[in-house]
């Protein structure tokens, strides 16, 4: 639930009441069960989703860390610094190796073994199913 609900904005304690918690029970039991605050895991969370936005849009930082679940840009530069030890601009410009891709839009997609490459890559394009 923490995960499907990391780039909403939503607060600790309106996750808690959606639990029947109270948010300070949710921290005590969430603590000694992940050995983190559910603050910190939001925190890790929006920070993960920032850094493959940055990597993989040509979204503005400040659009990043709103969509990410940031209240401000600068919590998200503080936080960004502060765990990855580096700008995020600087995140971005060594991701892309200093190029522009030019306009076009680059898609990678994770996948789990076993997945049929060959029959992936023999599927006819262009067709559609109607």
Request: some cysteine.
């Amino acid at each position: 639930m923490l995960e499907e609900n990391c780039g909403d904005g939503q607060s600790l304690g309106e996750l808690a009441g959606r639990l029947g918690y109270t948010g300070r029970h949710l921290r005590r039991v969430f603590t000694a069960q992940y050995n983190a605050t559910p603050i910190q895991y939001f925190q890790t969370c929006r920070l993960l989703l920032a850094k493959n936005l940055l990597t993989d849009t040509n979204l503005t930082v400040l659009d990043v860390a709103m969509t990410a679940g940031f209240g401000s840009l600068r919590r998200f530069n503080a936080l960004f610094k502060e765990r990855y030890h580096l700008a995020p601009t600087a995140l971005r410009r060594h991701a892309s190796g200093g190029q522009n891709i030019g306009g076009e839009n680059a898609l990678s997609l994770d996948y789990r073994p076993p997945y049929h490459w060959r029959s992936n890559v023999k599927f006819p394009r262009g067709t559609s199913r109607s």
